[in-house]
């Protein structure tokens, strides 16, 4: 990493209140820019989060939003409505307020004196959902929109369904996050001593967990296409740098985004990364000079310079591989490789029969089959991504292909054809597709789930008529692999995937026909292309925040069995951060921590839970704690939510809560 303290323009910082369009909300905004930009205007950028500006991520904002400004941008940062320091009470996520605040925010920014006209948004995770979705509604100042990690489709490629079924592990943990971040308090050092403690209460009555929404829309309904652009791409009149990486649960965007949008308006990057800007160095690497990469970008579609980035394939992405299993790689190994079409004509479908057998295959994979599977959301910690995948294979029904003669390299989404019957109305089916080494290690290339209830459509239930064989197909996450020679591809079958998945209530079983299944590999050949370069990275100075060590840390990941119950226990430590001190004197502490149960045998045993711990402080004028709990279950008939809240400002109470919610299980 470079850091660079010296920029063409001189910097400066404020903060302001920005109205929106209902006269009696402000929204709370730090603007880095350039010293002149009074007499010399400059474009606005615009990152708007509810994760708070003025601590969680201060030293993420500190490290690009200089750099901006640096280089002639008016770079802004805002709270949204009912986060941070904004005024008003939080609302779901992505809801029609919060994008009729950002028209609102775009529209503001473009007005100042100091600014052009023209604005861009970026973002990564939230901020890049709402970039997008703001882009759809098409303020006329917003010309160009840097997404990463990000989704046009909330349903079907979002935390709380995939393939149709319930999230199990991020329906419920990211619920129990959400809870906590949004009971957060404003800091008094920006709204004011006597301010601060009467816009908590307001915050705090207003809170409803969005755990009870998101279980109120099993199928994909309006709730789910609004905000998801993949209802409708031509909304999109910005410029659109998508970013994304291997192992994130997002990459599939990229490629939708570099195929759906127009060619002379959109451009793809998905690299080795995370769910992290690829300039920041966690694993797994190589990180790339993002925010160079992004100047270009907005320097083209903000300032009319011609930067070349137009002349950049349509498509640059990562191949990576082989490598043994791991929990973490401080660097992937691969190559960069561009394609100026997707899909792409120089990948093509190679169809892969898994047997030779027309005796139907047994399927039914113990209950706690996927504690293996990794974080859903890798954010660069040492036990993210998948270990050794032999003991998930054993819990599974795998498919081998012979060791392989020569080097295949994949480039997409592969797909899996099965035939198969259902012994249950309710039944998932999950495929992972593995590279098997001569040693028997098995290293989880991607996956895929398709609960068989949506197999006609994420908008309806259709039940299976048990003794009925029919073909189902469903894609797998978006991969850029090589497969070297003497390796084996595995396809690995199974009917439960805890706690990714959250299972049916009723213990099924498939049967597969084998000769009548098949995995369709997207086969990359080799092409002649101009290489791909990024420049190193660089940022601003780092934000002198000093961070805790732990005297005694807990496991990022720790799986226990009990023998005699025959339960299987998952604990999870998110670390998202810990406690930390700021330069102004806050402390911030934070402690989670996320726990799955099951027991053999019983899908009905499922039982997530998340528990929060937030404190800041600020010597002894600032101490406010918020104390969150949350618990999902099920019934054969419903889901069972319990959440509670207690709030606490200089150890006294300012609010307690509890929820206790049901929602029928129509799809889930």
């Given at each position: 990493?470079?850091?660079?303290?010296?920029?063409?323009?001189?910097?400066?910082?404020?903060?302001?209140?920005?109205?929106?369009?209902?006269?009696?909300?402000?929204?709370?905004?730090?603007?880095?820019?350039?010293?002149?930009?009074?007499?010399?205007?400059?474009?606005?950028?615009?990152?708007?989060?509810?994760?708070?500006?003025?601590?969680?991520?201060?030293?993420?904002?500190?490290?690009?939003?200089?750099?901006?400004?640096?280089?002639?941008?008016?770079?802004?940062?805002?709270?949204?409505?009912?986060?941070?320091?904004?005024?008003?009470?939080?609302?779901?996520?992505?809801?029609?307020?919060?994008?009729?605040?950002?028209?609102?925010?775009?529209?503001?920014?473009?007005?100042?004196?100091?600014?052009?006209?023209?604005?861009?948004?970026?973002?990564?995770?939230?901020?890049?959902?709402?970039?997008?979705?703001?882009?759809?509604?098409?303020?006329?100042?917003?010309?160009?929109?840097?997404?990463?990690?990000?989704?046009?489709?909330?349903?079907?490629?979002?935390?709380?369904?995939?393939g149709g079924a319930v999230l199990g592990i991020d329906m419920l943990a990211w619920a129990g996050t959400m809870l906590a971040f949004a009971a957060r308090p404003p800091d008094p050092a920006n709204v004011g001593a006597d301010r601060w403690l009467p816009m908590w209460r307001e915050r705090l009555d207003a809170l409803e967990p969005f755990l009870h929404t998101w279980l109120a829309h099993q199928r994909r309904d309006a709730y789910w296409k609004h905000g998801s652009i993949c209802e409708d791409?031509?909304?999109?009149?910005?410029?659109?740098?998508?970013?994304?990486?291997?192992?994130?649960?997002?990459?599939?965007?990229?490629?939708?985004?570099?195929?759906?949008?127009?060619?002379?308006?959109?451009?793809?990057?998905?690299?080795p990364w995370s769910h992290q800007y690829p300039d920041r160095g966690l694993p797994p690497g190589p990180a790339i000079g993002f925010l160079q990469e992004t100047l270009r970008w907005w320097d083209q579609h903000l300032k009319g310079v011609d930067t070349g980035v137009m002349e950049e394939p349509l498509l640059r992405a990562w191949l990576g591989g082989p490598v043994a299993p791991a929990p973490t790689y401080a660097e992937m190994p691969g190559r960069w490789v561009s394609d100026a079409k997707w899909p792409s004509p120089h990948v093509t479908w190679d169809t892969r029969p898994l047997g030779e057998s027309r005796e139907p295959v047994l399927v039914r994979s113990p209950q706690h089959t996927g504690l293996d599977a990794g974080r859903f959301f890798p954010f660069g910690n040492a036990g993210d991504l998948p270990p050794d995948q032999r003991e998930e294979d054993g819990r599974s029904v795998c498919f081998d292909s012979a060791p392989l003669t020569g080097r295949i390299e994949i480039l997409g989404r592969p797909r899996v054809r099965l035939r198969l019957d259902s012994t249950a109305p309710r039944a998932h089916v999950v495929a992972r597709l593995c590279d098997v080494a001569p040693d028997g290690s098995s290293t989880l290339v991607t996956r895929g789930v398709l609960n068989l209830l949506s197999r006609h459509g994420r908008d309806r239930a259709v039940e299976w008529t048990p003794g009925t064989y029919e073909d189902v197909e469903f894609d797998l996450n978006g991969i850029g692999y090589a497969f070297p020679p003497g390796h084996r591809v595995r396809v690995a079958v199974s009917d439960t995937y805890w706690p990714w998945v959250w299972p049916h209530a009723e213990r099924g079983a498939l049967h597969v026909v084998p000769a009548a299944s098949a995995v369709l590999l997207p086969v990359r050949d080799p092409v002649d292309e101009a290489p791909v370069r990024f420049e190193e990275p660089e940022q601003a100075p780092p934000m002198p925040v000093v961070h805790d060590v732990p005297a005694d840390p807990r496991p990022e990941r720790l799986v226990s069995h009990d023998v005699a119950r025959g339960e299987w226990t998952l604990e999870v430590d998110p670390g998202y951060g810990g406690t930390r001190t700021y330069p102004d004197g806050l402390r911030y502490e934070e402690s989670a921590r996320e726990t799955y149960t099951i027991r053999t045998g019983d899908p009905l045993s499922a039982r997530a839970v998340s528990e929060w711990c937030i404190r800041l402080r600020r010597g002894d004028d600032w101490d406010a704690e918020i104390m969150t709990r949350t618990e999902l279950r099920a019934t054969a008939a419903d889901f069972i939510m319990d959440s509670r809240i207690e709030a606490r400002a200089d150890g006294e109470t300012v609010a307690e809560r509890a929820w206790h919610r049901t929602t029928p299980r129509t799809s889930g």
């Open positions: 990493m470079r850091y660079r303290d010296r920029f063409e323009h001189q910097v400066v910082r404020e903060d302001v209140w920005i109205p929106t369009r209902d006269g009696a909300t402000r929204l709370h905004a730090r603007i880095w820019r350039p010293a002149d930009a009074a007499t010399a205007p400059v474009p606005a950028l615009l990152e708007y989060l509810p994760y708070r500006k003025s601590d969680w991520t201060a030293p993420r904002d500190a490290q690009r939003h200089p750099w901006y400004a640096g280089h002639g941008y008016a770079s802004v940062r805002v709270d949204i409505r009912g986060h941070g320091d904004s005024e008003g009470t939080p609302g779901d996520e992505y809801d029609a307020q919060e994008l009729a605040d950002g028209v609102d925010v775009v529209n503001w920014l473009a007005a100042q004196p100091w600014c052009t006209g023209k604005v861009g948004m970026f973002g990564i995770s939230w901020g890049g959902f709402n970039s997008l979705q703001i882009a759809a509604l098409a303020p006329e100042p917003l010309k160009a929109v840097v997404t990463v990690c990000s989704t046009d489709d909330r349903y079907d490629n979002d935390v709380h369904y995939t791409y031509g909304a999109v009149d910005a410029a659109v740098l998508a970013v994304g990486g291997w192992h994130d649960p997002y990459r599939d965007t990229v490629l939708r985004l570099v195929e759906h949008l127009p060619g002379d308006r959109v451009r793809g990057i998905v690299g």
